[in-house]
């Protein structure tokens, strides 16, 4: 069974942190690659950060520094730790997993590879 379900989005100012947690059933959890993407307004979606099961690690370049993923595979749970927020990272951020169970992370640049997708929370960073 597939499922995503995102939480932990909100609104906060800049400069500020918020954590955000996918909630993934063991069948989406036991992917190779589970990422994070988001979408703003108007804008075509984009990755964020991407995990391998094996705990590799990818970021975009607008986000490293500032954003970490991690995994809790006790809890089937993928996480993304934004800190230092600015206003361009106001989007609605989505976590999602490749099809595939073994094999390499998919591509950030290519939302295709990824193929199970959870409703998506909100972010809104105020300058």
């Known amino acids: 069974q597939v499922q995503l379900v995102e939480s932990g989005g909100g609104s906060v100012q800049g400069g500020g942190s918020l954590r955000l947690s996918c909630a993934a059933s063991e069948y989406t959890y036991n992917r190779a690659c589970m990422g994070w993407f988001r979408q703003a307004s108007g804008k075509e979606r984009e990755g964020v950060a991407a995990?391998?099961?094996?705990?590799?690690?990818s970021y975009a370049d607008s986000v490293k520094g500032r954003f970490t993923i991690s995994k809790d595979n006790a809890k089937n749970t993928l996480y993304l730790q934004m800190n230092s927020l600015k206003p361009e990272d106001t989007a609605m951020y989505y976590c999602?997993?490749?099809?595939?169970?073994?094999?390499?992370?998919?591509?950030?640049?290519?939302?295709?590879?990824?193929?199970?997708w959870g409703q998506g929370t909100q972010v809104t960073v105020s300058s």
């Open positions: 995990i391998h099961r094996a705990s590799s690690t």
């Open positions: 999602a997993a490749v099809r595939w169970s073994y094999g390499a992370c998919g591509n950030l640049q290519r939302s295709s590879d990824f193929s199970y």
